[in-house]
């Protein structure tokens, strides 16, 4: 059984060019959370999705920050007009249920801008 | 204002020794206390998580102790070994939604 996956592992990104990261949930978890992680920090909660539907995005940034869970395909988290700011890892959560707290972290995603 | 406080922020440990890493929490509401290990460039791995209706769990060589009137809970490792160098968080969710609210982390470093 596949762990989460997330790609690109690493991205290399310009000021005001366009990131975005994708992040496949374990075999049968229907919930993805996105966490942001800056050097020497703790995890920071970003959003948090069921298939087709935004539960939680309290944690995301108003502007530049979107994201989605298709029907079909993985979650992805998009940031617009990328700042060196937004450089940190994010990294991807996923849990089988509502009620089970468990979450499963993927590798992570490394955004350098530039 | 931090919701969860981790403590200490490194630690060294020798072999064989016992390392303990204690975490204090602000909203009563919380009912779910993971902890995690994490490697140089690798995502958070959950090693044990506890909920407020026990006082203690253990898995092998790690074990919670929660203590609900003084919101605290604290991760022990017996028989500390170098392979677990690494760093931890604590964490912290409320309800059904679980999203995560973690401590700041704590360095361990295990020498042989």
């Known amino acids: 059984n596949a762990g989460v996956m997330q790609n690109p592992r690493h991205l290399v990104r310009r000021r005001g060019q366009e990131a975005r990261l994708r992040c496949s949930p374990m075999?049968?978890?229907?919930?993805v959370y996105w966490y942001r992680q800056l050097p020497e920090e703790g995890l920071k909660f970003m959003v948090y999705?069921?298939?087709?539907?935004?539960?939680?995005e309290s944690g995301m940034p108003k502007e530049r920050f979107s994201a989605e869970f298709p029907k079909e395909g993985p979650s992805i988290l998009r940031i617009q007009q990328v700042v060196r700011g937004d450089s940190a890892a994010y990294f991807c959560?996923?849990?089988?249920?509502?009620?089970?707290?468990?979450?499963?972290f993927g590798p992570g995603t490394r955004l350098t801008v530039l | 204002q931090q919701q969860v406080k981790q403590s200490p922020q490194s630690l060294i440990v020798q072999k064989g020794g016992i390392s303990i890493i204690n975490c204090a929490y602000e909203?009563?509401?919380?009912?779910?206390f993971p902890w995690y290990q994490q490697f140089p460039g690798k995502g958070p791995a959950l090693l044990i998580a506890?909920?407020?209706?026990?006082s203690e769990k253990k898995e092998g060589r790690f074990t919670i102790s929660f203590n609900k009137s003084a919101k605290q809970f604290s991760l022990h490792i017996m028989d500390s070994q170098p392979g677990d160098s690494a760093t931890y968080f604590c964490?912290?969710?409320?309800?059904?939604?679980?999203?995560?609210?973690f401590g700041k982390g704590t360095k361990l470093s295990v020498k042989p």
């Open positions: 964490a912290a969710s409320k309800g059904s939604q679980g999203n995560l609210i």
């Open positions: 075999k049968g978890h229907s919930h």
């Open positions: 959560a996923s849990s089988p249920r509502t009620g089970n707290n468990e979450q499963f």
């Open positions: 909203n009563t509401a919380f009912d779910y």
């Open positions: 506890i909920r407020p209706d026990v």
């Open positions: 999705l069921q298939k087709e539907n935004i539960i939680d």
